[in-house]
């Protein structure tokens, strides 16, 4: 029974004796090259979305701005349409007045002289 | 590159290279090793431990402007490190239990089950024979901080000091965890050989 148990403890101790054999690991020079690879890889392609999306906000504020201005446009410049309109009537009926005063009143009137065919001819 | 990456922090002694580039480079330099050695330990493959390494990297490289100074330069990365093995080990049960699970009900890959190429075995690196695959059954049925704390233990370089502060606690309670550790994966082991 000794034996056995002596056998067993034997066993467990070459087996834990494994870490201490391990011999360590040498990083060879193509560890760093292949890690700044993947880094360049990596984050050079993050540079490069981060770019697009940089890019993609201006376009969309000014697509916004274009759109704001258009909205702004339609409610400012409706109301400015009929004051012209208004002006515009106004200013009609001004010119409409100004030729039915007196001072140009002759216009409307038939002439009230003769020609010079009709003093030959009576 | 990091632009907080003061001279200061590389090798705790003034550089003369001023550009972000080298001095990550250096960074990566001086600490490449440890790194790469701290991720063998938790997983028994060279190749695996590389490419858990570039990720530590990676991570440095995109938290560096978060990195508050509260600890050292040297914990913190070997910290990310710790994290990304254990991370790495925790993929690795969960892709195993699925694959046993898709064996009993027939749908198995047969690539899953296909050896490793020769020299990649973590058998083969550790002791070249079952013993080491054993010993990393063992290891991975322990709670994580009692494997964090033993096999950091185990690399050359950590001292109880450092080991307490990469995971954050005391020297005492590193020394506990680690004797804990020694006696579970003994029992473990003894529970195993004495059932053949």
Redesign the interface.
Known sequence: MNKRNETVESEVSKTMQLLDAMVPLKADHRFRVRLMQRIDEEFGQTNRTKNFSIHLDYRLAIMTLLLMLNVASTLFIKPDEELKVNVADQVVESQGDEYSTQEFAYYDQTASYETQSERQNP | MPQNLPEERVGGKRSAMTSPDERF?SL??EH??MV??TC??FVFN?ED??DL??DV??EV??SLVQFREESKLSTWIYRIAVTKSLDHLRRLNRKKRFSSLKRMIGLADPADTLAAPAGENPAE???NNE??L??QNALNTLPDSQKTAF?LS?Q?GFSNQEIADILNTSVSAVESLVHRA?KN??DK??AF??ER
Request: charged share 30%; proline share 0%; aromatic share 14%.
């Open positions: 480079k990566v330099a490449q090793e790469l050695n063998y330990r060279r431990a590389e390494a570039q990297f990676i490289f995109r690196t550790c002791a013993r080491a054993l010993l096999l185990k050359e020694k994966l003994h082991l003894y050989y004495a």
